[in-house]
Nanobody, 123 residues
């Protein structure tokens, strides 16, 4: 099983980034996918999640209205469109896969994790 994040970088506050998570070596459609982030010196936090068939999504309050999660099962990929970025969004962003049918914010429900991609927002 492999999850590889990409799309991170350095942008100014108010800007946008689109993160991608490419999956391989497992049946992608069987998994809900989530995004988490970890800022320096802090615990890893839930950001967003999407169900297997994109019917349901879930967002942390801190990103609701600014971030959008989507997936393309034909491409085994999940995306996180991040708009109106703030310095407090600076973190390493991870995608993860869960066998739950519905999106979940519970980290312990995710069994596969990527290595992360750095997102830095300058003020």
């Amino acid at each position: 099983v492999q999850l590889v994040e990409s799309g991170g970088g350095l942008v100014q506050a108010g800007g946008s980034l689109r993160l991608s998570c490419a999956a391989s070596r497992f049946v992608f459609d069987d998994y809900a996918i989530g995004w988490f982030r970890q800022a320096p010196g802090k615990e890893r936090d839930f950001v967003a999640a999407i169900s297997r068939s994109s019917v349901s999504t879930l967002y942390a309050d801190s990103v609701k209205g600014r971030f959008t999660i989507s997936r393309d099962n034909a491409k085994n990929a999940v995306y996180l469109q991040m708009n109106s970025l703030k310095p407090e969004d600076t973190a390493v962003y991870y995608c993860a896969a869960s066998t739950d049918s519905s999106p979940t914010s519970l980290e312990e429900r995710y069994i596969y994790w990527g290595q992360g991609t750095q997102v830095t927002i300058s003020s």
